[in-house]
């Protein structure tokens, strides 16, 4: 289904205070009473445009303030594989905070079952599973929006584990995910 569109205006005539098309104006021309202005305008929590203001240097400020902390952890080549469990990979937690955005990757020639496991202090616990063999050697699991909130002492740890469920082969591993403030 397709629905007419109209011009944005843009451009304001100066004299009439009236919007002009873009493509009937595209410079801007003083002396006609037609003003062209490029600009970034932004709502508030209110509503309202609001016009970003420079640096000194002449930057944008940004403020990343509770975009939360990535975190990256990867395997760096292959892990010798075994038929117990191996760790493949992991990253350190700060305490208090809630993990998020969570996404995994292992890879293995062979069958294997690989967990995603938050370590509070002692205390391990499988947040994902998932299984590779002949046909699917990797898998890529995205969890949504599940989060997990870190303990407040002790260790904190994310950890990909693998095992080989009949024969050894090394695994390949990596899992990204976001910390935020609680």
Not at 100 to 112: D, L, W, Y
């Amino acid at each position: 289904m397709s629905h007419v569109r109209e011009s944005f205006p843009i451009l304001e005539d100066a004299l009439t205070k009236e919007g002009v098309a873009p493509h009937k104006s595209e410079n801007g021309d003083a002396s006609a009473g037609k003003i062209g202005v490029t600009t970034w305008a932004f709502k508030d929590s209110s509503g309202n445009l609001v016009h970003p203001t420079l640096t000194p240097e002449g930057k944008l400020p940004v403020d990343f303030q509770g975009a939360g902390v990535p975190k990256v952890a990867t395997s760096n080549g292959e892990i010798t594989g075994a038929l117990t469990l191996t760790d493949v990979c992991e990253v350190a937690l700060t305490a208090n905070k809630t993990v998020g955005k969570i996404s995994v990757t292992g890879a293995c020639f062979r069958e294997a079952i690989f967990y995603l496991v938050h370590k509070n202090d002692a205390i391990e616990t499988i947040i994902s599973s998932f299984i590779v063999g002949a046909g699917a050697y990797t898998a890529n699991v995205n969890l949504g929006e599940y989060e997990v909130t870190t303990g407040n002492t002790g260790t904190q740890k994310l950890i990909l584990k693998a095992k080989n469920l009949n024969k050894e082969s090394d695994f390949l591993g990596s899992f990204s995910c976001i910390e935020f403030a609680v």
